[in-house]
C-alpha cells in the first residue's frame, strides 16, 4: 500500500505493537462526556473467556460438545488479539479525550507525532 504524498516518513510510521498487556482494547466516555482509555486486551480478552466458560456450563453437555468446538473457550478469549497493533492503538488514542494521557501513550505530537492529525504537524 502506497503511503500518501502529504506525510513525512517520521509522520506516518508508527511505533511497535504495544504490549499486550497495556495495549487498550476499549474506551469509555465518563460523566462529563470525556472518552477515556478503558479495559486492556489483556483484561478484556480474559473477561470474555471467563464469561464463555460460564455460559458454557449452564448448557447441557452433551449441546456443548455437539455445538462448540473443544477449544471454544481459548477461541473466545482470544477473539480481539488483532487490537494489539500500532493501527489500533492509534484508532483508539486520536478518540481520547485532549486531557486524557497516560505515562504509557502520550498524547503529544512531539513524542508521538504518528497519534497526530496533519493539522498538529507544522
Known amino acids: 500500500m502506497r503511503r500518501p504524498k502529504n506525510q513525512s516518513d517520521t509522520a506516518a510510521t508508527p511505533p511497535p505493537a504495544p504490549p499486550y498487556t497495556t495495549c ?4 469509555w466516555i465518563n460523566s462529563e ?13 480474559k ?12 448448557y447441557p453437555l452433551q449441546i456443548v460438545k455437539k455445538l462448540f468446538p473443544e477449544d471454544i473457550i ?12 500500532p493501527t489500533f492503538l492509534r484508532k483508539i488514542l486520536t478518540n481520547l479525550h485532549k486531557n486524557n494521557s497516560s505515562p504509557l501513550y502520550p498524547r503529544n505530537c512531539r513524542t508521538a507525532p ?6 498538529c504537524r507544522q
Open 24 to 27: 487498550p482494547a476499549k474506551t
Open 33 to 45: 462526556g470525556c472518552t477515556l482509555a478503558g479495559r486492556t486486551v489483556y483484561e478484556h480478552c
Open 47 to 58: 473477561i470474555v473467556a471467563k464469561v464463555a466458560e460460564e455460559l458454557l456450563r449452564r
Open 74 to 85: 481459548a477461541i473466545a478469549g482470544v477473539h480481539d488479539v488483532g487490537k494489539i497493533s
Open 114 to 119: 504518528w497519534l497526530c492529525s496533519s493539522h
